[in-house]
Structure formats: C-alpha cells, structure tokens
C-alpha cells in the first residue's frame, strides 16, 4: 500500500508556471506506476501525465509540450513541471499511483489559472 502526499498548488496568471510535488510513502514505490490526474468543477477527472514503472511517459494532447512529469523512486516523489499555463488548466490535481487493477489517490491540489 502507498500514501499519497500532494504540494505546490496555488494561484498563478496565464503563461505562468507551478511545480506540483507528490510525496510517497509505503514500500515498492519503484514498482508502481504514478501519474498526475486532474478534475475542473462540473467536469470528470482526467488523466493528465503519467510514468509507467519502467519510465514510459504519456501526456495528454492538451498538455504535451507544456507539462513535464518525472518520479525519483530513490525519494519516492513525483513531479509535474507546469508552464504556459492556460485559464483552462484549472482544476484540482491528483497524484496518482497504480499496482494492477488497485489505484491509490492523493487528497489533491489547486491549481488556479486567472489573470
């Protein structure tokens, strides 16, 4: 099992950027993949970037060229890079990890877009 631990929220204007971190804990982290998922009010959660356990990466279309995640499995943390950031990348993040069928969430982040 693993706990989930997400920081660096918060308000920033269009073209801006934000460095979300995600803190794990629990053992086998390396063996998980982790990914960041995101949520805007009245929308469902979406997948937004994503790490698989032997490092291939994917990103939404929406994102690509804008967003950049990675992990460090020896800290057990993962990032999402945000830049040029868009009024529509408003939402709540999620971390997200995934063993088999069995996903384990963080309690989420805000991420505000608005001039």
């Known amino acids: 099992q693993v706990q989930l631990v997400e920081s660096g929220g918060g308000t920033v204007q269009p073209g801006g950027s934000l460095r979300l971190s995600c803190a794990a804990s629990g053992s086998f982290f390396n063996t998980y993949a982790v990914g960041w998922y995101r949520q805007a009010p009245g929308k469902q959660r979406e997948l937004v970037a994503a790490?698989?356990?032997?490092?291939?990466?994917n990103y939404a279309d929406s994102v690509k060229g804008r967003f950049t995640i990675s992990r460090d499995n020896a800290k057990q943390m993962v990032y999402l890079q945000m830049n040029s950031l868009k009024p529509e990348d408003t939402a709540v993040y999620y971390c997200?990890?995934?063993?088999?069928?069995?996903?384990?969430w963080g309690q989420g982040t805000q991420v505000t877009v608005s001039s």
């Open positions: 997200n990890a995934r063993s088999g069928n069995i996903d384990y």
């Open positions: 790490i698989s356990r032997v490092g291939s990466i």
